[in-house]
């Protein structure tokens, strides 16, 4: 019997074995693979939350800000309107203050006197 012949059924057996390891790998590969894809996908749903109460945080922030600027709009608005009421005041004190200057030059004391 040649040598090759009586090496066969060895040959076979490692083969087998080699079968059995590499199907055993590859099943504990799958198992590693889909624990993984679970904790990514709750990785994946935690943050997906995360970034839906980042959004929710700066569109309110974006809502105080709008109303922070109507404000500031409505007091510029009343502070251009003060400021043009006080240049009148102030021109009509002026004025008053120029009439009274002349009145008392020109010896005018009250007006009344005069009607």
Same mark, same amino acid.
């Given at each position: ?6 090496? $066969?059924? #060895? ?5 087998k074995? !080699?079968?059995?390891?590499d199907?055993?790998t590859? /099943?504990?590969a799958? !198992? $590693?693979?889909? /624990?993984?894809? *679970?904790e990514?996908?709750?990785d $994946?749903? /935690?943050?997906? /939350? *995360? *970034?839906?109460?980042? #959004?929710?945080? *700066? #569109?309110?922030? &974006?809502?105080?800000l709008?109303?922070?600027?109507? $404000? &500031? ?7 251009? #309107?003060a400021e ?9 004190l ?6 009274h200057?002349?009145? @008392?030059? @020109?010896?005018?004391? @009250?007006v009344?006197?005069?009607?």
């Open positions: 019997m040649p040598l090759w012949s009586r090496k $066969r059924p #060895q040959l076979k057996w490692l083969f074995e !080699a079968e059995t390891r199907a055993t590859l /099943k504990e799958e !198992a $590693r693979a889909a /624990k993984e894809l *679970v990514v996908n709750a $994946r749903t /935690k943050l997906n /939350k *995360v *970034v839906e109460e980042l #959004q929710a945080e *700066v #569109q309110s922030r &974006v809502t105080i709008e109303e922070v600027t109507s $404000r &500031v709009i409505e007091a510029e608005t009343r502070a251009r #309107q043009e009421a006080r240049d009148g005041l102030a021109t009509s002026s004025r008053v203050t120029e009439d200057a002349w009145m @008392h030059q @020109h010896g005018i004391g @009250h009344s006197t005069l009607l």
